[in-house]
Each structure stands twice: as C-alpha cells, then as structure tokens.
C-alpha cells in the first residue's frame, strides 16, 4: 500500500489575494467614480465622521473585508459585488 503526497489545490486564491483584487478593483472604480472619500463612505452608511476615514482604511488598510462590506462598497460604487470579486 502506497501513500500519496495530498498537493494544495493551486487554483484557489488565498484570502489575501482575493482581498488585493477586489481592493485593486474597488480603487479603480472610485477613481472613475470622481467621488471623494467622504461621498464614498457616505454611500456606504458611515457617518460624517467617520466617514472619510473609514473608506480610506478599506481601500488601504483592510486585509480581509467582510461580504457585508464588499456589498456596500459595491452598491456604493454603483456595481454588482460580483464585479469586484
């Protein structure tokens, strides 16, 4: 009886990669949008605040966005999650 190495699946992005795309495709889409960070963390449900400094820290800082986030930065941004992931 032989034992065979189990390999990581490689077609599966880790957890940082995912978050680096859908941060990389989320700059993007606020760069075309002409918005400011206070508008974008208005849209997303923060107050005036905090606003500006919450969508600067998710665009720079968060390594691993909640899906609850990633929705309300895409309906924010005028698009489908799906068009961030």
Known sequence: MTTRAVTPNLLLPSRATVADHVRRKAIKLFEKSGMTL???????????GTARRAAWQLLNKVSDPRLSTVEKLAEALGCQPKHLL
């Not at 206070?38 to 005036?48: A, D, F, I, R, V």
């Open 38 to 48: 206070e508008e974008l963390g208005l849209k997303m449900g923060y107050t005036t």
